[in-house]
């Protein structure tokens, strides 16, 4: 799915002399197949250019949270996050899939460095308030917070990030943060600087009319057809909050946003969306 910038705040000419970057998010049903992630990562190496990479976990984080006897509570596809929940989360998405990540990176040739939100300040975010719903310790960040010049510092110097979901306050406590988000906001927060692309990896071909038949992609859509869908039901549940930051990542200065299957991320095959 590509969303491509009309209403960008930067003018095209502006966006010619900009440094491209790729800001790459891979969903939790691939980090939980080690098949389909060491392709996946392969693919992510021979992806040319300046590149960030942000994963997901949640699908671990449950099945860990099962086996711990820690009950997993979901509102809207988003995790409800206790004390022990922020441990559980912090331990899966900053420790054991994060650093397996980087040696898988490594592995293959791509100079990686795995970090949070809270290494270097790179993304500060605020505890979400608990009306309506108390989301627990789940931080939302600001894209005109984040550390760019930290984030800069690495990639100009061939180090590829690698950010977990695990955002801070400033005041000394981790927070859960939706992936998708922490890569919007990445997205949002280094359009300042590169010419920025977006690519959301997951299980799907992309938007699908119907998510149990991968032909079914929708091929093109613009805001309005997407409002449509998610009225009919056709867009439901984690898709929403993809499109949601998707297209607000296009109006914050992202040159483009592409959703697509993880094995397609070099031929760039997805749903092709308009603002």
Partial sequence: MTVNSQSSHHALASNSVLKDIAIVKIGGNIVDNPEALET??????????????VHGGGV????????????????DGRRITD???LKLVTMVYAGWINKSIVASLQKQGCYALGLSGADADTIP?????????????????????????????LIEN???????????????????????TVAYSLASALSKNYRTTLY????????????????????????AEYEAYKNEGIIAGGMIPKLDNSFKAIENGVSEVIILHAKNLLTKQGTRLNL
């Fill in 40 to 53: 996946f990562l392969a693919d992510f190496h021979r992806l040319e250019g300046r590149k960030l990479l």
């Fill in 125 to 153: 975010a605020k505890r979400r308030s608990p009306e309506p719903i108390d989301f627990g310790f789940v931080g939302d960040p600001d894209a005109n917070d984040i550390n760019t010049n930290f984030i800069s510092l």
């Fill in 158 to 180: 061939k180090i590829t990030p690698v950010f977990c979901a695990i955002t801070h306050d400033g005041n000394g406590s981790l927070l859960n943060t939706n992936a998708d």
């Fill in 83 to 85: 004390a022990e929940t």
């Fill in 200 to 223: 959301y990896c997951f299980e799907k071909e992309g938007v699908l009319k119907d998510v149990d038949d991968p032909q079914s992609r929708i091929a093109s859509m613009d805001r």
């Fill in 60 to 75: 671990m984080a449950s099945k860990m949270a099962k086996q711990l006897g820690i009950e997993t509570k979901m509102v």
